[in-house]
């Protein structure tokens, strides 16, 4: 009678954490052997353990396998102080409490085994407010199981479990046909501009994705829906605030706006522009040939990339010379007590001052102004 109230309780109440966790070995239901009573073991050992971010040779070897049969790079490329520089030397791990509750905070592995065999990891930075996906690496004998949907199934199940509240996908690339997976979970939020990273929240009377990075123009929240969706295909730098301040739908022409500021009149240009330039291309019986036009310069400022501060923000908005440069594990001195803070320019990325203004104009004056920044020159 137990398990026929059980199937008919499943069958009308879905529950992730107990589906996901169902296969895992600690939670199969083992029955006695009616000849010695001892369990009955399955046939196989499915296995998800959390673990500190160290190196092991078998970590490493899975990372290879996957980095050369997955991503196709060549192996002079793989190496194994590149694998501990990657992933294996994140935040340092430390327990906290949460509403009375232990919390995990740190870098970690979450490592899948079956048998024994350790056959993919989930890479992991745990926050006070969120579980972050920073990278999944599995062996090639399991390209069938669809780790993809697995680890992130288990990653929305650890923060619900954990009360992290968030759960962070990394970046979304709407032109990279390879991460249009991440719009399959609802609801999800995006950046407004530029596709920048997204951020996903878990409420845990449900499976609910909501945002934490912001429209960088007004700094409000936008769901990835399919009107989204359409406005991305249409431009390529997209600002929904813009759009809604505008008064411009999906299907309206942008001819009806009137008494626009320079600002917004090159807003709107440059979207008609892409979808010309997209017209052309699938017009044109001749496919388009030549390099792709490279900047000048190596600076991320260079790029004009939406979202991140300009050189002269940087300048005005935040006091580079006030950050920590870590020398070793005695040494640590701020950026303004060198010589040669002076005599290098913001936009050379082959400086400290540079590499400095890059990471400060990713991050943001709000963010930047209200943290102490360390740079280990040691990692």
């Not at 813009?242 to 600002?263: A, K, P």
Request: hydrophobic content about 35%; glycine content about 6%.
């Amino acid at each position: 009678m137990f398990f026929v109230r059980e199937k008919k309780r499943r069958r009308n109440n879905f529950d992730l954490t107990t589906a996901i966790h169902e296969a895992e070995y600690c939670n199969l239901e083992r029955p006695g052997d009616p000849t010695h009573q001892d369990p009955i073991e399955p046939d196989h050992k499915f296995e998800v353990v959390l673990e500190a971010d160290s190196f092991t040779n078998e970590k490493y070897a899975l990372f290879a396998n996957y980095q050369k049969t997955v991503q196709k790079e060549a192996p002079s490329s793989i190496t194994a102080s590149g694998f501990k520089r990657f992933l294996c030397s994140g935040i340092g791990q430390r327990v906290v409490s949460a509403n009375g509750k232990p919390r995990k905070l740190g870098s970690y592995h979450h490592c899948y085994r079956l048998d024994g065999r350790l056959i993919a990891i989930g890479f992991l930075d745990l926050l006070p407010n969120g579980v972050s996906s920073v990278y999944l690496v599995y062996h090639e004998d399991f390209n069938h199981w669809n780790f993809g949907k697995i680890s992130a199934l288990q990653e929305i199940s650890l923060a619900l479990e954990g009360g992290y509240g968030y759960y962070y996908m990394g970046f979304y690339i709407h032109s990279c046909i390879k991460m249009r997976y991440k719009g399959a979970y609802k609801p999800t939020y995006i950046l407004g501009v530029s596709l920048k990273p997204r951020v996903s929240k878990v409420d845990a009377s449900d499976i609910k994705l909501t945002p934490c990075p912001k429209d960088p123009e007004t700094y409000e929240w936008d769901p990835l829906d399919s009107e989204t969706i359409n406005r991305l295909n249409i431009r390529d730098y997209v600002s929904l605030s813009r759009e809604r301040r505008l008064g411009i739908t999906v299907s309206q022409s942008t001819s009806h706006v009137s008494n626009l500021s320079e600002d917004d009149q090159d807003y709107l240009h440059q979207g008609q522009q892409a979808n010309d330039d997209k017209n052309d291309e699938m017009s044109s019986p001749v496919p388009r040939r030549g390099p792709l036009p490279q900047p000048q310069s190596n600076s991320l400022f260079a790029v004009n990339m939406p979202g991140v501060m300009t050189p002269s923000e940087v300048s005005s908005k935040i006091d580079l010379k006030r950050w920590k440069l870590r020398i070793d594990d005695s040494l640590t001195v701020s950026l303004g007590d060198l010589a040669i803070f002076y005599e290098t320019d913001i936009t050379d990325p082959d400086t400290i001052k540079g590499l400095a203004a890059e990471f400060a104009a990713t991050l943001g004056s709000e963010l930047v102004n209200g943290s102490q920044i360390i740079l280990d020159w040691m990692r």
